[in-house]
């Protein structure tokens, strides 16, 4: 009985006693984009020569490129379950302790990186780019004291940036104190010029 109680209270694999989940979130959608781009071309070009009437002359040759124009979609279809399953299933985690990076790569190969928020000494985003800046996303860096944890592609970067900078704050990691209520604003409420 005390064992399924445990379980229940747990989030996610791996999860430690008294540690609670404070922010859950993945990457843009737009990081499947090439895959979705490529598969329809793939789609367009294994149809194509279905519009050429000399490919309906001989029975085999029309055979073929009827099989080839049925079989493309399929495969593309099976290619974007496997990228969306990827991308679904990979996730950043942020509990009161640590931050937990979960990569899932297709059906069967998942890698899981942890860095303490006591390590991390502070956090930045960048949003670079005309796609970035009209879609929504952009990158956050967290730099530690073992190396830098980019996490790129994330949507809203801005608003999860200032929940990671708070939470790395009360964590133990950054400059210590709690952080300012806005990017632009010092704890002591005066502004910063830019």
Partial sequence: M???????????????????????FNQHPLVMRKALIVGLLAIVLGVLPLDFPQVYASDAISGFFLKFALGVPLMVFAYWFWRWVGWHYSVYIVTDERL???????FFEREVGEW??????????????????IFGYGDITLKTYIGDLVIPTVHHPVKIYE????????????TGGSAPATPFQREDGSTVRS
């Fill in 100 to 106: 937990m990076e979960i990569k899932q790569k297709g």
């Fill in 116 to 133: 303490q928020l006591d390590g991390v000494q502070n956090v930045n985003y960048r949003v670079g780019g005309f796609q970035a800046v």
């Fill in 2 to 24: 005390s064992n399924k109680s445990q379980t229940a209270d747990k989030q996610f694999p791996g999860q430690y006693e008294g540690e609670t989940v404070k922010l859950v």
């Fill in 163 to 174: 929940k990671l900078q708070v939470l790395v704050r009360e964590g133990g990691g950054g």
